[in-house]
Each structure stands twice: as structure tokens, then as C-alpha cells.
């Protein structure tokens, strides 16, 4: 069982930078994968980026390539999602998940899920 609590959305100006946590409970957290989705008002929740379980490699979506990035740290069960050069597109809620595999890039992999932070980038 992993328990997932998200911080740090908040307003921020486009081009803004935000760098969002995900604190996880539970001793399966360095054995899962974890991941960042969102969802923005009247869309489908969507694949933000991936790592692997031992923090070693990580994926992402071709939206969020290069200005993006995710880690963890399994000596203290956190997540992170550092976001630069943020565009009103980016807006939405933001969750955190794990997958008790390696790596996982798909909603249906991902069996915890955080309850969401909110971003807001105005243009």
C-alpha cells in the first residue's frame, strides 16, 4: 500500500518555473514507479512524465520534453517534478502516482494515485 500527497501547484506567470512534490508513505515506494499526470478542465487526465523505480531513467511526454523534469529520491520517499519555462497549457491538476513496476507510462499501469495540486500559468 502507498499513500501520495502532491504540494507546491500554485499561480504562476507563463514562463514561470514551479517544482511540485509528491511525499509517499509506505515501504513498497523504492520497489513502484512513479509518475506525473494532469488534467485540465474538460480533458482527459494525461501522461506528464515517468522514472523507474530505482530513479535511474525517466520518460516523458513530447509536451513536456526539455522543460520538465522528475526525480526521486527513495531515502525519503519523494517525488519531483521541477517545471520551467511553464505555458497556459500547462494548467491543470496535477497527480502523482505509483506503479509497482519498473517503469510505466500508461493510466491503467498505475494502481495509487494522489489526490492532486493545482497549477494555473497566466499568460
Known amino acids: 500500500q502507498v499513500q501520495l500527497v502532491e504540494s507546491g501547484g500554485r499561480l504562476v506567470q507563463a514562463g514561470g518555473s514551479l517544482r511540485l512534490s509528491c511525499a509517499a508513505s509506505?515501504?513498497?515506494?523504492?520497489?513502484?514507479?512513479m509518475g506525473w499526470f494532469r488534467q485540465a478542465p474538460g480533458k482527459e487526465r494525461e501522461f506528464v512524465a515517468t522514472?523507474?523505480?530505482?530513479?535511474?531513467?525517466?520518460y516523458y511526454a513530447d509536451s513536456v520534453k526539455g522543460r520538465f523534469t522528475i526525480s526521486k529520491d527513495n531515502a525519503k520517499n519523494t517525488v519531483y517534478l521541477k517545471m520551467n519555462s511553464l505555458k497556459p497549457e500547462d494548467t491543470g491538476v496535477y497527480y502523482c502516482?505509483?506503479?509497482?513496476?519498473?517503469?510505466?507510462?500508461?493510466?491503467?499501469?498505475?494502481?495509487?494515485w494522489g489526490q492532486g495540486t493545482q497549477v494555473t500559468v497566466s499568460s
Open positions: 522514472v523507474d523505480w530505482s530513479g535511474g531513467s525517466t
Open positions: 502516482a505509483a506503479a509497482p513496476r519498473f517503469i510505466a507510462t500508461m493510466t491503467s499501469q498505475y494502481d495509487y
Open positions: 509506505g515501504r513498497a515506494f523504492s520497489t513502484h514507479a
